[in-house]
């Protein structure tokens, strides 16, 4: 009897649900005009429900105040993490489907490395070839530092995490995980967002540092691990 007085309301919330992602297909802009209110209309009611769980699951509020993403190379993983009340709790891990250049930091324009560091996210473009994106504000002033000791001019920039499954130096998630970290960037706020990247995962043991890798990559490593330990690492 039960099942038979929920059917209904599963249909009719299923009709609702189609009809609000069928209005927001109709009325979504074409690649190149699109703003992130727009994809937030545009994906916000079906990808939106999915996040929450991943936050009601673990105990944690959404829209958090404060998240960050851990990506481990080697792992071919990234991590999502939310502050609540002072403590850091554990989300959710995502795939990185994936990543070019090997172990250690981006060093210059153009050699395919994705960087090794601790970011922030600048900006979310909603217009990106690899469906969505979110920029990360590399080189920052560390990798600025050691670039100018060191005579490098340049360093290289537009790093992203983003959808698909080809990467130049970036972090290519699939569409599926990016249109969840994108929406919950927004809701988060950019200035509210630490994105962490390492060569593995710190649990594993201490980062060292290949004997052919810049001086300044221990202290990197050293930063590394220094704010993974708030993860349990």
């Known amino acids: 009897m039960f099942k038979k007085a929920l059917l209904p309301l599963l249909v009719m919330f299923t009709a609702v649900t189609d009809a609000q992602a069928a209005s927001s297909y109709a009325t979504y802009p074409p690649a190149g005009s699109r703003t992130v209110d727009d994809v937030m209309k545009r994906y916000s009611p079906f990808v939106e429900p999915r996040i929450k769980r991943y936050f009601e699951s673990v105990g944690l509020t959404y829209p958090p105040k404060n998240i960050a993403l851990f990506a481990m ?21 995502y795939d990185i489907e994936k990543i070019s250049g090997k172990k250690g930091p981006k060093l210059r324009e153009g050699d395919k490395q994705v960087p090794e560091g601790i970011y922030r996210v600048s900006l979310l473009n909603p217009n990106s070839r690899f469906h969505l994106s979110m920029k990360l504000d590399y080189p920052n002033a560390f990798d600025r530092k050691y670039a100018r000791l060191e005579g490098r001019t340049s360093p290289g920039s537009n790093i992203f995490i983003h959808g698909k499954q080809a990467s130049t130096g970036c972090l290519a998630m699939g569409d599926y995980s990016i249109e969840e970290l994108f929406l919950l960037a927004e809701r988060t706020g ?44």
Do not use: C, H
């Not at 509210?192 to 980062?207: A, C, H, T």
């Not at 052919?212 to 704010?227: A, S, V």
């Open 73 to 93: 190379k080697e792992e071919m993983s990234l991590e999502l993490w939310a502050e609540e009340k002072g403590k850091w709790s554990y989300v959710k891990r």
């Open 190 to 233: 950019l200035d509210n967002i630490e994105v962490v990247i390492s060569p593995r995962d710190p649990k594993k043991g201490k980062l060292i540092a290949a004997l052919n890798q810049p001086f300044w990559t221990q202290i990197l490593y050293r930063n590394i691990e220094q704010e993974a330990r708030k993860f349990g690492r």
